[in-house]
């Protein structure tokens, strides 16, 4: 907690996500009977992307949570994530095409570590289609390769890259043009926790879990945020509270730089 911002997260914090993230899943597994106490979905589009090497079976559990609440929810279909390939950057656009065509409303794009910044960039190039992006433990406030454990993961595919990423992967003063909600944790064991926050604005924030980094998928508390956010009515943005009885799953972020709290902003989400 300690820890320089410029440094990745801590040794120990980084050996320990297997076992933590399993320990998530026991989490989720546990509190499955208590999925019809989320908040209800409206039937709109939802796009959800995987994290650097991972494919839609790591989100499998998120997103059978999200079509039991009525969404209608989609993997990327795109095979393992191994960055910006020609496959990749032309399958993401196709799909989001595809996706709003079929529905006709926007969609919300969710996002996990790599497949959040993958969102953000979709979000940029089609704000007309997105509805909202959530994205999960993702370092788009990148500014140095130090402050995550999986740049030589990352560095490893770089040849089959068609998009070359420079530092800082995205400029503070240019908040996204749809809402905007990043889950993070300070016991992230991947990325550190402050490159994952929403610089302040009206339509942005940033909520904190006590998960891990592979586990911010289906760790309870992160779902039950992603539920909320979904659930509200498109045109609409209020920020997120949680119910009472939930409170103690989402530590306050006193570290970090929280997005400047409104009440809901008329006008279209996308």
């Known amino acids: 907690m300690a820890r320089q911002q410029?440094?990745?997260?801590?040794?120990?914090?980084?050996?320990?996500?297997?076992?933590?993230?399993?320990?998530?899943?026991?989490?989720?597994?546990?509190?499955?009977?208590?999925?019809?106490?989320?908040?209800?979905?409206?039937?709109?589009?939802?796009?959800?992307?995987?994290?650097?090497?991972?494919?839609?079976?790591?989100?499998?559990?998120?997103?059978?949570?999200?079509?039991?609440?009525?969404?209608?929810?989609?993997?990327?279909?795109?095979?393992?994530?191994?960055?910006?390939?020609?496959?990749?950057?032309?399958?993401?656009?196709?799909?989001?095409?595809?996706?709003?065509?079929?529905?006709?409303?926007?969609?919300?794009?969710?996002?996990?570590?790599?497949?959040?910044?993958?969102?953000?960039?979709?979000?940029?190039?089609?704000?007309?289609?997105?509805?909202?992006?959530?994205?999960?433990?993702?370092?788009?406030?990148?500014?140095?390769?130090?402050?995550?454990?999986?740049?030589?993961?990352?560095d490893r595919y770089s040849h089959l890259h068609v998009e070359q990423r420079t530092l800082p992967l995205e400029p503070e003063n240019e908040p996204l043009p749809v809402p905007a909600t990043s889950i993070y944790s300070h016991y992230d064991g991947i990325v550190h926790w402050q490159t994952c926050l929403n610089t302040p604005g009206e339509r942005c924030e940033n909520i904190a879990v006590t998960a891990s980094h592979l586990g911010l998928g289906h760790h309870p508390a992160a779902i039950w945020a992603v539920a909320d956010r979904l659930a509200q009515q498109e045109g609409t943005w209020t920020p997120f509270r949680a119910p009472r009885f939930l409170r103690p799953a989402f530590p306050k972020p006193a570290e970090a730089t929280p997005c400047s709290p409104v009440g809901t902003v008329a006008g279209s989400a996308a």
């Not at 914090?13 to 933590?20: A, C, K, Q, T, V």
């Open 6 to 154: 410029d440094e990745g997260p801590a040794l120990p914090l980084y050996l320990s996500e297997p076992g933590r993230a399993v320990a998530d899943y026991g989490l989720y597994l546990a509190t499955r009977p208590f999925t019809p106490r989320l908040p209800k979905g409206d039937g709109h589009p939802v796009l959800v992307l995987p994290g650097l090497l991972a494919d839609d079976a790591s989100t499998a559990a998120l997103r059978g949570v999200l079509r039991r609440l009525d969404y209608r929810v989609h993997g990327w279909g795109l095979g393992r994530n191994i960055g910006p390939t020609a496959l990749c950057v032309n399958g993401l656009r196709d799909k989001l095409d595809y996706l709003h065509g079929r529905y006709r409303r926007p969609v919300t794009i969710i996002g996990w570590s790599l497949g959040g910044i993958f969102a953000r960039d979709l979000a940029r190039r089609s704000p007309d289609q997105v509805r909202q992006v959530v994205t999960l433990g993702s370092p788009f406030r990148l500014t140095k390769f130090s402050q995550t454990r999986a740049a030589k993961v990352f």
